[in-house]
Nanobody
């Protein structure tokens, strides 16, 4: 069983930065694709960024150039560095781990961007 625990959320003013962390348990962390999703109030969950086992990254157009996803396999941790935050980045951010057709999800961490 894989467990994912997110942290690092909080309240920040527009233009600010936050770094989210996702610590995983279980085996095969280094061979899992790690993703960050977010869900704004009243909206569907959307993919924000992903990083493959080989280190390739993909981003939603809305966050390109502002967010950076990374991973530290030795620490079984994935990160999402968020900069130049906008009010529309507000939402609950969920960590997701995928391998061999099986998804695991964390419980999320809330990010609020407001002046």
């Amino acid at each position: 069983q894989v467990q994912l625990v997110e942290s690092g959320g909080g309240s920040v003013q527009p233009g600010g930065s936050l770094r989210l962390s996702c610590v995983g348990s279980g085996n095969f962390f280094s061979s899992r694709t790690m993703r960050w999703h977010r869900q704004a109030p009243g909206k569907e969950r959307e993919l924000v960024a992903e990083i493959t086992p080989g280190g390739s990254t993909n981003y939603a157009d809305s966050v390109k150039g502002r967010f950076t996803i990374s991973r530290d396999n030795a620490k079984k941790t994935a990160y999402l560095q968020m900069s130049s935050l906008k009010p529309e980045d507000t939402g609950t951010y969920f960590c997701n781990s995928w391998r061999a057709g099986i998804d695991y999800w964390g419980k999320g961490t809330l990010v609020t961007v407001s002046s």
